[in-house]
């Protein structure tokens, strides 16, 4: 007896897949795009909300942890994985997304905790319960984020703009306190873009891709660019030609400034997903020996499939 196919996920269901499998250790970027191509049903502006719900959630994690505890009889340590994503991304809709209807977005989320917890019947009265407080609520929640400076200065910064406190410090050793500030609200405020790596010929891969979708030179780096409005990363012909890998260009800048020659040996510790390794690959024109190492072994696999696909030889992962 053949059995019945799956009814397919909606948006918000795929969008919980994603941010399920980043919060349990999966890189961003290979776990989203992995989730939306077993997705194919999706249509643009849905894949789009995915993307915005999974990367909005990460980028403001702290701020939608701080503001369901203000709320919650529950901690968000103390929660099931699945209840507290589902909360981060409705959250996230009812406080960062404002052209979403707010009680469309309790409702699914209320559908999505029933779906995943069909044993428990409470986990959906509570997921309601919170929301709907969080609704009612989130002017004064905001308001309280705001008298955390009062107390701590660095508890307030972290809460407001989801920066962990040690990266704080180190900002503001640099930066000094007021420009710590301004820099952190500026990376809240603007949504950053994928940046790619060039393997050969950046200006090459640029027409190429501009083809496909909108796309940028890097800042700083020749063989950085910027993507946006673009498919699937690995449905694109040079992605599958291993014309260039994701990466983020101040990254980029480390490899830059090692001074890499052709022929070096090279050891990149915690090298996974491999993109420094690439890179350098690129620099040493794919000549000398480059030991990519990592002590997990599916993220030595990872490695070794990005230069597998990059066709690198002198990267090598162990």
């Known amino acids: 007896m053949q059995a019945s196919p799956q009814p397919l996920k909606n948006e918000r269901a795929v969008a919980l897949e994603a941010l399920s499998g980043v919060t349990s ?31 909005g959630a990460l980028r403001r994690l702290l701020t939608l942890d701080y503001i369901i505890n203000q709320v919650s009889s529950t901690n968000t340590r103390s929660m099931e994985r699945a209840v507290l994503n589902i909360l981060r991304l409705a959250v996230y809709q009812l406080a960062f997304m404002r052209d979403e209807a707010p009680h469309a977005v309790v409702s699914e989320a209320v559908a999505l905790a029933e779906a995943e917890s069909k044993e428990n019947t409470a986990i959906k009265g509570f997921v309601n319960a919170v929301l709907r407080n969080i609704q009612r609520t989130l002017p004064q929640i905001f308001e309280s984020i705001e008298k955390i400076k009062n107390d701590s200065r660095d508890a307030y910064l972290e809460v407001k703009y989801s920066c962990r406190r040690n990266v704080i410090e180190i900002l503001e050793r ?19 873009s994928t940046t790619i790596c060039a393997k050969d010929d950046p200006q090459a891969l640029l027409e190429e891709l501009k083809k496909r979708g909108t796309v940028t030179p890097g800042r700083f780096f020749p063989r950085a660019m910027n993507i946006t409005k673009m498919p699937e990363m690995t449905t694109l012909t040079a992605f599958k030609r291993g014309m260039f890998h994701v990466m983020d260009e101040g990254a ?60 690198l030889s002198s990267a090598r992962a162990s």
């Open 25 to 55: 250790g999966g890189y961003n970027n290979i776990v989203l795009n992995k989730v939306l191509l077993s997705h194919p049903h999706l249509s643009r502006g849905q894949r789009a909300f995915v993307t915005e719900c999974t990367n």
């Open 174 to 192: 640099e930066l000094g306190a007021g420009e710590t500030e301004v820099f952190l609200a500026h990376i809240n405020k603007h949504r950053p």
């Open 252 to 311: 980029m800048l480390a490899v830059a400034a090692a001074g890499l020659k052709p022929g070096m040996k090279v050891l990149d510790l915690c090298a996974a997903p491999g993109g420094k390794a690439f890179l350098a690959a690129y620099e040493m024109n794919d000549e000398g020996h480059i030991d990519a190492r990592d002590i997990y072994l599916h993220k030595v696999d990872l490695i070794r499939d990005g230069a597998r696909r990059l066709k």
